[in-house]
């Protein structure tokens, strides 16, 4: 006799949504996770707040999917936004939505989310098992029939894999999933880093690192080509650019740099002047200012720390009155003000990536269930799959609808 019906490797958004449901379904459910407590990740998502989901309706919500939307249709049609926002509401965490559509706990403490999730399962009926790694799966006549950890084999009718990808490893995601799924011979699409800080070979920046653009326009350029453009905010660091516009161009930025193919970003710093109108802004500013020094003239259009950038790119000495600046440094100015360009020359690691592009190809999972075709009773949910979004509330929800199905599904299975 199988000891559990289903178990359930990982206690993040997807492990612990599987594992209740698993459970609600009357599947005597057991829950491994690594670390001393679950949902380590969860507690630091949208800088401690837990941007849960997002209200776009669905087709808008599975264009931040890229390629791998269509195979998340089918579970965002049985477990979507609303299903995902009246669960947490029903469990105790009052929500609200915010600028772009983003959902968050009401009390702005994302601990809230994960305790609550915890709490839930247990009322379920799951049994959580702390500090406990898995390292294998038991197989046998092409199916899965229980798990390895720590030297002990537990039974189980079904397995569900939530292990989550490789970045931030620190919360428990260390990529062992990719491991378990590829040991039963699931293809594994290679994990990179997405939504991922990036390196630029300009040296001034690092005296930049701390500062925060907001309001900026952002357009990427791949091979000369521009590609892609980003409004909001941009954040130097001591190596290149972060911040959400970087973070959410940076897949196609990494996939274009793993192909040896060149990048830059342009950043328009007045995005609401139009060339003519800035033009005319610094004519007056000039003229009215013109005995001020041009260190001091440009405090009135840039933040300090970029004043000095700035006039070191268009090559007009800070200590020049605004009446000595000739038409050609104006307009040296004004291109560097709408187009100041960066080259990209890398990224960060995937530890420091925001998510893991790669995982569990999606052409061996079931979409309906979640179920492996490869390997009988086999589950997989959440990041662990070859699945990834923007920044908005988009991953969590792909991992609580896809790790609602597995739970469901395995629970059926195994009962
Ligand atoms: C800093 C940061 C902020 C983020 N903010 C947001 C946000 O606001 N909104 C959003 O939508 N997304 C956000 N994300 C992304 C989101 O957190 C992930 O996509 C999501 O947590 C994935 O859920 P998961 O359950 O698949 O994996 P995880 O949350 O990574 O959970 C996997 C679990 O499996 C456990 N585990 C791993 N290996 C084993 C093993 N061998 N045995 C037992 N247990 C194991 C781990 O310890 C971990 O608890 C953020 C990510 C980061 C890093």
Redesign the pocket.
């Known amino acids: 006799m199988n000891t559990w019906d289903v178990i359930v490797?990982?206690?993040?958004?997807?492990?612990l949504m599987a594992a209740g449901e698993a459970a609600g379904a009357g599947a005597r459910t057991l829950l491994?996770?690594?670390?001393p407590r679950?949902?380590?990740?969860?507690r630091?998502?949208?800088k401690g707040r837990?941007?849960?989901t997002n209200v776009a309706e669905r087709d808008a919500f599975l264009d931040h999917f890229g390629k791998s939307g269509p195979f998340l249709r089918q579970a965002f049609a049985r477990c979507f936004s609303d299903d995902v926002m009246a669960f947490l509401e029903s469990i105790g965490v009052p929500l609200v939505t915010e600028r772009g559509g983003r959902v968050f706990p009401e009390s702005g403490k994302a601990q809230d989310v994960v305790d609550a999730m915890v709490s839930w399962a247990k009322r379920q009926g799951v049994v959580t098992h702390v500090r406990?790694?898995?390292?294998g799966m038991i197989l046998e006549s092409g199916g899965v029939r229980g798990v390895r950890v720590n030297g002990e084999t537990l039974l189980a009718g079904c397995v569900v894999l939530?292990?989550?990808?490789a970045?931030?490893p620190g919360?428990?995601?260390?990529g062992?999933?990719y491991r378990?799924a590829a040991a039963a011979g699931h293809d594994i699409v290679p994990p990179r880093p997405a939504l991922v800080p990036l390196e630029v070979t300009e040296s001034f920046v690092r005296g930049l690192a701390g500062l925060s653009l907001r309001n900026i326009r952002m357009s990427v350029f791949v091979n000369g080509c521009c590609c892609d453009e980003q409004f909001g905010e941009l954040a130097f660091m001591e190596y290149g650019v972060s911040g959400p516009v970087v973070l959410t161009a940076s897949g196609a930025i990494v996939d274009a740099l793993r192909a040896k193919q060149s990048v830059e970003i342009e950043i328009d710093l007045k995005p609401a002047l139009s060339e003519e109108k800035l033009n005319a802004r610094l004519l007056r500013d000039f003229a009215e200012r013109g005995r001020e020094p041009m260190h001091s003239v440009l405090r009135g259009l840039l933040p300090k720390q970029l004043v000095k950038v700035c006039l070191t790119a268009v090559g007009i000495p800070g200590k020049r009155l605004a009446s000595g600046v000739t038409g050609d440094q104006r307009k040296r100015l004004l291109s560097w003000l709408k187009a100041m360009r960066l080259t990209i020359q890398g990224y960060r690691p995937i530890k420091e990536a925001?998510?893991t592009a790669g995982g569990v190809s999606t052409q061996e999972i079931d979409p309906r269930t979640m179920a492996s075709t490869r390997v009988e009773g086999l589950y997989i949910?959440?990041?662990?799959l070859d699945v990834h979004a923007d920044?908005g509330?988009?991953?969590?929800?792909a991992?609580f609808s896809t790790?609602w199905l597995a739970g469901r599904s395995a629970a059926a299975l195994a009962i």
Not at 393 to 397: A, I, K, W
């Open positions: 490797v990982g206690g993040g958004a997807a492990g491994l996770e690594k670390m679950p949902g380590r990740k969860l630091i998502t949208g837990c941007n849960v406990q790694t898995v390292d939530a292990t989550g990808g970045s931030y919360t428990g995601s260390t062992d999933g378990l925001i998510v949910a959440g990041e662990l920044t509330g988009y991953n969590l929800q991992a790790g």
